[in-house]
């Protein structure tokens, strides 16, 4: 259950020189989740995560991360597990080798290392060299790695990266195992799609701000998307006119139009509808994708 935030941001901003890679970002990441970290390439994602993890120093604002200011992450980095960008590995040494190294300077039990590689599914390739792995076995490497010290909090940027599609099946089960161990895993990725299949919290990111910050369920049932046949040009504009009019866009896909919008507005628009005499209008209601809700929101279509 989650009560209480194992990360909160207030107004975080960070420059680097006359850029800003995160703009004043308020966000939070429930105890618990798997938080679906969202937003295209350049966002401020893997910034953000820097930030939280003591690598950079924010120019304002605060965060706190299980409890500590980012000011004290001495006292946190030591319960936070993360991989941020691609591993750092030894290319001649073996897999498991590797996390024997890392477990030997971070001061980890030996055991862990079994445990992890088991935990990521190499174990039958954890004697070979890390240097003939391929992409996705690097990255499930780099996640072994960061479950060594059995970490409260995980952190994970762009986790799905040179995965296969069983290689990403494989990584929905195994972060639902992680969290029901009671770990709270930030996920950061631009394949929102993904996300949709294993998170439950979202924080969703445009040009260094927050979008959107709530549970992927809340999200998805306040909009929906209104799919209609016009029966001939009189019914197309009159539609584009009131969903103009309500502030909502209107896409058009093979002839059909498309609107994006909160949940109810199909009955507003068959009732205005009705008042100018149009009675046939057929209206089918679908669930958006994740994808199409972000699309929205950075229009500034808020739910």
Known sequence: MMSMNAIETHGLIKHFGKRTAVDGLTMSVPEGSITGFIGPNGAGKTTT????????????????????????????????????????????????TNLEVLARLGGH??????????????????????????????QRLGVAMALLPDPELLILDEPANGLDPLGIIGMRGMLRLLRGQGKTILL??????????????????????????????????????LVIEPEDDLQRELVTRITNAAGHAVTTEEGALRIACPAGFDKALDRQARETGVTNLTIRVEQPSLEQLFLALVKGQRP
């Not at 924010?58 to 299980?66: E, I, R």
């Not at 992450?73 to 691609?86: I, K, N, Q, T």
């Open 109 to 138: 039990p030996r055991s862990r290392v079994g445990e992890v590689l088991e935990t990521v599914e190499l174990s039958d390739r954890a004697r070979d060299r890390a240097g003939t792995y391929s992409l996705g076995m690097k």
């Open 49 to 96: 995560l820097r930030l939280l993890l003591g690598l950079v120093r924010p120019d304002a604002g605060s965060a706190t991360v299980l409890g500590h200011s980012l000011t004290e992450f001495e006292r946190y980095l030591p319960r936070v597990g993360a991989l941020v960008e691609a591993p750092a590995v030894y290319p001649g040494l073996s897999g498991r």
């Open 188 to 225: 950061s990725s631009h394949l929102l799609g993904e996300l949709e299949h294993v998170a439950d919290w979202l924080v969703m990111l445009h040009e260094g701000k927050s979008v959107y910050c709530g549970t992927a369920r809340e999200l998805l049932s306040q909009r929906v998307e």
